[in-house]
């Protein structure tokens, strides 16, 4: 999850702008969690599903180019 969308309960401010010391914290806990992840961990869903469509385009057009 980002925190670009998410609005703070304590001062109604977005989560990213870090008005309040609730929205700070939660700002640095969500940095946190997302070093823990992976390379692809940063990336949202749509993102990683175009990267599985250009892989498979790629490997279909290379089993092409075996082909002929």
Partial sequence: ????RLVCAN???PV????CP???AS????EQQGQGQGPLGGMNPMML???LV????????LLAHQAA
């Fill in 16 to 19: 990213a702008e870090g008005r």
């Fill in 49 to 51: 599903i175009a990267l």
């Fill in 1 to 4: 999850m980002t925190y670009d």
């Fill in 11 to 13: 001062c109604a401010a």
């Fill in 27 to 30: 700002r640095a806990r969500l």
């Fill in 54 to 61: 250009v892989l498979l385009l790629c490997a279909l057009a």
């Fill in 22 to 24: 609730v929205c700070r």
